[in-house]
């Protein structure tokens, strides 16, 4: 068996970091304090040159996944950034106000992102039926649901996971994300057998800058990719591969 390690990062030193530590693929984001947004211009050209497959996060505020034409037509323009860069996919999705996925959006952004890897991303955690959203990510075109499964950790959501997976049935993957290192990852595997695991293999950030804590530029929340939790991790898979 094999798998693959995605790992979130957020700036430059996440991404060497991350790749030192031998994740499979990068999916690169900003503000992953806010649960991941589109990344910069420059760290999009920075990780275009990356030895192993990236997918950006396309995301354009943080809140809920219920967006509008402004919000769409940013997404759309992001989308086309991302393949002009030379990335390998993105990473999207959308939401009905009552959680369900806003299939006719999600179409418009799939078409534009024709040719590149497609993650279905958290969105999915607020559907009401995951069975249905599996069968819907599978029409729609992505090849990978990440997913905690509607739970705040993977661990806590494992028994959809599970679910999603065996609704899957190898037509897409199911990849388990929240909370996954290299202590809840072997407790996830003995459960279902995923093809792929995220994690943002990452300690908390002290502030550099006592000054700028002070003056509210830095996070509480904000954390650093660790090579040596990405490699812990890594090291746990089996046969962890190259997407």
Do not use: W, Y
């Given at each position: 068996m094999t798998m693959l390690l995605e790992v979130c990062v957020d700036d430059a030193a996440g991404l060497a970091a991350a790749i030192a530590g031998g994740a499979?693929?990068?999916?690169?984001?900003?503000?992953?304090?806010?649960?991941?947004?589109?990344?910069?211009?420059?760290?999009?050209?920075?990780?275009?040159?990356?030895?192993?497959?990236?997918?950006?996060?396309?995301?354009?505020?943080?809140?809920?996944?219920?967006?509008?034409?402004?919000?769409?037509?940013?997404?759309l323009g992001d989308i086309a950034a991302m393949r002009a860069a030379g990335l390998e996919g993105v990473v999207l999705g959308a939401s009905l106000p009552d959680g369900r996925l806003d299939r006719d959006l999600i179409r418009r952004l799939m078409e534009a992102a024709r040719g590149l890897g497609t993650t279905l991303h958290r969105a999915v955690d607020l559907v009401p039926d995951m069975a249905e959203a599996v069968e819907q990510a599978v029409v729609l075109g992505f090849d990978t649901i990440l997913t905690s499964g509607g739970a705040l950790t993977a661990l806590e959501g494992i028994d959809t996971i599970a679910h999603a997976h065996h609704v899957a049935a190898g037509r897409l993957t199911i990849m388990a994300g929240a909370g996954v290192n290299d202590t809840t990852a072997p407790q996830l595997l003995s459960r279902v057998a995923l093809g792929a695991l995220h994690g943002s293999c990452s300690g908390p950030a002290p502030a550099a800058s006592p000054a700028a804590a002070r003056l509210g530029f830095v996070s509480p929340a904000r954390r650093r990719t660790s090579t040596s939790k990405v490699a812990a991790l890594k090291a746990l898979l089996p046969q962890s591969r190259s997407a």
């Amino acid at each position: 068996m094999t798998m693959l390690l995605e790992v979130c990062v957020d700036d430059a030193a996440g991404l060497a970091a991350a790749i030192a530590g031998g994740a499979d693929r990068i999916e690169l984001c900003s503000a992953l304090e806010q649960g991941g947004l589109t990344p910069s211009p420059g760290l999009i050209a920075l990780a275009a040159g990356s030895s192993v497959p990236v997918r950006a996060m396309i995301r354009p505020r943080p809140g809920d996944f219920v967006f509008d034409e402004a919000d769409v037509q940013t997404m759309l323009g992001d989308i086309a950034a991302m393949r002009a860069a030379g990335l390998e996919g993105v990473v999207l999705g959308a939401s009905l106000p009552d959680g369900r996925l806003d299939r006719d959006l999600i179409r418009r952004l799939m078409e534009a992102a024709r040719g590149l890897g497609t993650t279905l991303h958290r969105a999915v955690d607020l559907v009401p039926d995951m069975a249905e959203a599996v069968e819907q990510a599978v029409v729609l075109g992505f090849d990978t649901i990440l997913t905690s499964g509607g739970a705040l950790t993977a661990l806590e959501g494992i028994d959809t996971i599970a679910h999603a997976h065996h609704v899957a049935a190898g037509r897409l993957t199911i990849m388990a994300g929240a909370g996954v290192n290299d202590t809840t990852a072997p407790q996830l595997l003995s459960r279902v057998a995923l093809g792929a695991l995220h994690g943002s293999c990452s300690g908390p950030a002290p502030a550099a800058s006592p000054a700028a804590a002070r003056l509210g530029f830095v996070s509480p929340a904000r954390r650093r990719t660790s090579t040596s939790k990405v490699a812990a991790l890594k090291a746990l898979l089996p046969q962890s591969r190259s997407a």
